[in-house]
T-cell receptor, first 111, second 114 residues
Framework: LAKTTQPISMDSYEGQEVNITCSHNNIATNDYITWYQQFPSQGPRFIIQGYKTKVTNEVASLFIPADRKSSTLSLPRVSLSDTAVYYCLVGYMDSNYQLIWGAGTKLIIKP | NAGVTQTPKFRVLKTGQSMTLLCAQDMNHEYMYWYRQDPGMGLRLIHYSVGEGTTAKGEVPDGYNVSRLKKQNFLLGLESAAPSQTSVYFC?????????????FGPGTRLTVL
């Protein structure tokens, strides 16, 4: 099973760009990389997913280098409401494969 | 479209009592999951279902049972609650075959076992 490593916590300020890097050295050929966001007392929410290179949506960007052993979630111009825990997961195309959730990165945005 | 709902939102049990947590989804998803989340930790999979009438064990199944009699509902049962089962329980569902497809989560049930 692929395992991910993320920083336990990060601080930043409103208006800044925040980059959270996730290491997944044992990622398999068919694994996708998925990021979720979790606010206190809520279930996680899907943010973005990618396989290689760069993916961008209205919320974030995901950068994946050629070797795919790491990935970086980029949040542009964060606000206080971006304070949350962010989880990086890897998983492949097996309908029964269970994604392993690590402890995530607790991001705190300061005014 | 309510998505994924969970009942109840909060519950306090005494050791040895039993209870059932209900999860319902209206997205016609085949796959449903029950997770537990303890303070400062990620989610741990308890049981899951790949379709109506099927269930399977996840990472931490001991002390729990599940049933999926209807496609839209996934029930999690605690037959004899223990303080170690104090946690927040999340239900999730996903569609399609790929394991990396987006999971949709319910709001959670906060359970305290005294």
């Amino acid at each position: 099973l692929a395992k991910t490593t993320q920083p336990i916590s990060m601080d930043s300020y409103e208006g800044q760009e925040v980059n959270i890097t996730c290491s997944h050295n044992n990622i398999a050929t068919n694994d996708y990389i998925t990021w979720y966001q979790q606010f206190p007392s809520q279930g996680p929410r899907f943010i973005i997913q990618g396989y290689k290179t760069k993916v961008t949506n209205e919320v974030a960007s995901l950068f994946i280098p050629a070797d795919r052993k790491s990935s970086t979630l980029s949040l542009p111009r964060v606000s206080l409401s971006d304070t949350a825990v962010y989880y990086c997961l890897v998983g492949y195309m097996d309908s029964n494969y269970q994604l392993i959730w690590g402890a995530g990165t607790k991001l705190i945005i300061k005014p | 479209n309510a998505g994924v709902t969970q009942t109840p939102k909060f519950r306090v049990l005494k050791t040895g009592q039993s209870m059932t947590l209900l999860c319902a989804q209206d997205m016609n998803h085949e796959y449903m999951y029950w997770y537990r989340q303890d303070p400062g930790m990620g989610l741990r999979l308890i049981h899951y279902s790949v379709g109506e009438g099927t269930t399977a064990k996840g990472e931490v199944p001991d002390g729990y049972n599940v049933s999926r009699l209807k496609k839209q509902n996934f029930l999690l049962g605690l037959e004899s609650a223990a303080p170690s089962q104090t946690s927040v329980y999340f239900c999730a569902s996903r569609g399609g075959l790929a394991a990396h497809n987006e999971q949709f989560f319910g709001p959670g049930t906060r359970l305290t076992v005294l």
